[in-house]
């Protein structure tokens, strides 16, 4: 049975939220057989991440988040935003979460002075490109016939 | 005339090094035709960045520049490390200079305790492309017939 659609309830999460934030992110990274720390060492780990603002996070309580990186850009005096994760649990998909989650992102970024937001995902991933897409995200630069823009990455 | 071969000399850039690390970076957006502040604002806005640590540079004086970010890595103690720039002047492409560079941003990356580095870059950057692959960094995830990553962007 799938849930009904509803206007999901997004909130900026705070230090007392690492709990419902570790959570998702452990069922995320269980989901794709990534490695993750167990649970408890996840919640403290990522409390010291909200209470230092190294993260912030856009929280769907119990359905999904997403994980925002703020850094002074390179050229200008406002910030970039890296949208490091973005995850909808599989029960809540197809109901407006993941758009909702990356809405408030995006005006969490120009609430924050940012000029500019990236991110990485598979080809494959075909749900969430047409989302990024479709709020406008480029991965050809913006020129629609343009040269494609990878992401390389690696362990060190 | 192709000048000769020699070991770049690759420094870590300190705050006095922000003339020489914004004329690279002017060089290189106006090469490629990006928006670029004026020479003298661009030393006092990358000054700040070296001396806050917002950003770490790899520098060969005259001749090139990587531009690194650290953040704390979302599920473990080691920190990511983003490659956001690679730049060598045309004089002296084709030298070594991009390798050496890479090579003391990845064994910076590493001195500082990072596990992670990313980058993203164009399908038809087939120099640097090779560069990356050539040190360990996949657009595929690590796996050789995996869907490749692509790097979605925006302004804000």
Redesign the interface.
Known sequence: MRLPMRDPAVRLAEPGDAPSVALL?YDF?REFDE???EPGE?VR??RG?LE?A??TVLLAEGEGLA?L?F??S????SLD??L??VYVVPARRRCGIGTALMKAA?GQ??DRG???????????DVGA?AL??G?????R??QASG??????????
Do not use: K, M
């Open positions: 992110l990274n490695p993750v720390p996840l780990h990522v991440l230092s190294a993260i994980v990186r850094q002074p390179l050229l200008s005096d935003c890296y490091e994760e995006l970024a120009r940012a000029g500019y937001a990236y991110l990485g995902t598979g080809e494959d490109r990024y897409e709020l406008g995200f480029s991965h630069g913006g040269p494609v823009n990878y992401f390389y990455e690696r362990e060190l």
